[in-house]
């Protein structure tokens, strides 16, 4: 485990404290550790990426934030609990954001930091596109952008006939929202009642051809969505309040599915990558990683 | 020189677009890897950038091809063929003449790992009937073959790569459809390839000729409808058939040539791909290396193969 191992178990060990007395992990301290850890798996993700010299920088910096809320507040994914057939699932639907990924699970213990730094090299658990076949942790393989929403249909509707209550989070991408099974899923979801049913939408505003307004709009986001009947909620995806809220009233939702619209910026945390659509699928040179991770540090500081 | 099919591809069908006013292109955010940004930029109201949907694009060529233009759909070759139902009602049952390019072939592509591979993609489309499959292995015969598609009727589906193909045709060659070209001479054992096998192909009967094994290497761009004539030909003049594609073996190059011999002149065929496996991820080298598709590879199998 590397140098930060031992914080994260103060974070889980002071989390639980909270838990039993009822409380939200929603106080100022506790939204700064969220911040920091997202910020050092920042830095984790430019060295993956810098070390494979190819991957996808752009979409995995704009969705950091949101995961690490997902994984170490929503789903509290622990080593312990990751087979559990109770667990709660996520499913990163835009594939390509695996890097990220990746990084959160060897913050957790899932894989190791060699794993993480041998990303899209030969045999290892860190495929340049999540493979379930590789690491059943990812719960499905995806890459293949469009498909991921359906299959956390089906596990969302097999918590229901085994009446189980665990819940179900996808990570959709913006530019895959053009794709047709998306929308299939869209009209599904309300059908069946599924309030277990989170979808997150990283909503940076860009694909690899130039920004979604200009290769083909999706909006109105959010009038699509409520008139497909989905509880709908809009957030800034880096900011953790509004994760919370928008996370909690998810939960609480009865019987309907929610997506929360979260506003990101690709790239985001480094200056030359932030909302630059050429930095969607390309990895860092060495003078860029320095000045990327000189950047991130400075936000540790 | 050294270049990928999917660049000879991008320059070429742009000339075209000088020549031909009923070429569109078609591409569902990958413009800049399939190379379809070339003619974006030149015929800016003949390019259709689609966004990521791909059974839609297909689904709109089929449209364009049955109102007389002549359509080319650019994606990966694995998103293209993964929209399958669209290419087998639309495009194949209507007989459109409808051009489906499929780039990023084969585990050459490397680092980005299996779903984004095509991997499957011959197998299935030549499955269906009105279709022509087609795989260059150089920059000339891919300028030559894509010219050609201008003018052929029908569905066809084009195979191409990311990464560089050495030349191996000279400047002058002519490209027949259908037809398979002999590169080497030899009689000891022939290798049909496609695509980017070829280089790995005629690499590899040099080194087998300092071995003593003279290796006829073929190459076969038409896959389907394949040059049957020519495949039985070289069964009966050599001792040892192979099959060399950056493809599963089920259902590809190495099936079309069985199919073919299992006919005409039962013989032993070996097949060299992928053996029921999925890709991974890795670089190319590393990949070919691993999967046994570089020279060495396809040397040593062509060696234990002839001696056993
Ligand atoms: C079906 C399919 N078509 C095309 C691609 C190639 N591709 C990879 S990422 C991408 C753009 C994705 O844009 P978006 O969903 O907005 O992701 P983000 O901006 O968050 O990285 C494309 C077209 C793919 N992976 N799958």
Redesign the pocket.
Known sequence: MHKDGVFLKNHFDCYLILVKFGKFFSNMTDIQQLQRIANELRIDIIKSLHAAKSG?P??SL??IDLLVYIFFEEIKRTKENATLPTRDRFILS????APALYAVFARIGLISYDDLMNLRVLESCTQGHPSYLHLPYLEAST????QGLSIATGMALAAKIDKLDYRVYCM?????TQ?GQIWEAFLSAPKFKLDNLCVIL?Y?K???DGY?KDVLDIEPYVDKLKAFRWNVLEIDGHNFNEMERAFTNAKSTKNKPTIIVAHTI?GKGVSFMEDKVEW??KAPNDEETEIALQELQKLLN | MSKATRTAFGEEIAKLGEEYSEIVVLD???SKSTMSQYFAKKFPERFFEMG?E?AHMIGVGTGLALSGKIPYCC??AC?IT?RYDTIRISAAYSNASIRLIGTHAGIGIGEDGT??MGLEDISLIRSLPNFSVCQPCDEIETKALIRYTVKHKGPMYIRLTRQNLRDVNPPTYNFQFGKGVELTEGNDAVIFATGALVNEALDASNKLREKGINLRVVNIHTIKPIDEELIIKCAKECKTVFTAEDHTIIGGLGSAVCEVLAENFPSKVFRIGLKDVFGESGTPEALYRKYGFDSEGIAKTIETKMNS
């Open positions: 996808h752009g979409g704009s969705s835009k594939g390509h954001g890459g293949s952008l469009g959709i991408g913006d530019g895959e794709e990283d940076n860009s694909q690899i979604i690709k969607h699928g | 569902a955010d990958l990521i791909e994606s990966f998103f993964g779903s984004q």
